[in-house]
């Protein structure tokens, strides 16, 4: 069974930064890339940022406010926004490819205040 573990989140002001981090355990093939979704109340769940050895690919709101960095060996991402504001509010789920399956993390909430 795969499990992905999500560290981080909680309650952030507006302008501050969000840390993320994810690790994938368990019995898997190759994964071809991992990144971050997130779920806002109301809204379909949205990309933020995904990582694979051909690329990054990042959502409409994270761009200029994300890094993304991957550790292949030790199959873990992470997340870095800077300068978060309310709308940032969401559920953020750690994200991870195989060949022909996609795997999920819990969720963690994050929180930004105004």
């Known amino acids: 069974q795969v499990q992905l573990v999500e560290s981080g989140g909680g309650l952030v002001h507006t302008g501050g930064t969000l840390r993320l981090s994810c690790a994938v355990s368990?019995?898997?093939?190759?994964?071809?890339?991992m990144g971050w979704y997130r779920q806002a109340p109301g809204k379909q769940r949205e990309l933020v940022a995904f990582?694979?050895?051909?690329?990054?690919q990042l959502g409409d709101s994270a761009k200029g406010r994300v890094t993304i960095t991957r550790d292949i060996a030790k199959n873990t991402v992470s997340l870095q926004m800077n300068s978060l504001k309310p709308e940032d509010t969401a559920v953020y789920y750690c994200?991870?490819?195989?060949?022909?399956?996609?795997?999920w993390g819990q969720g963690t909430q994050v929180t930004v205040s105004s």
């Open positions: 994200s991870a490819e195989g060949a022909g399956v996609n795997y």
């Open positions: 368990g019995r898997f093939g190759g994964l071809l890339g």
């Open positions: 990582i694979r050895s051909g690329g990054t």
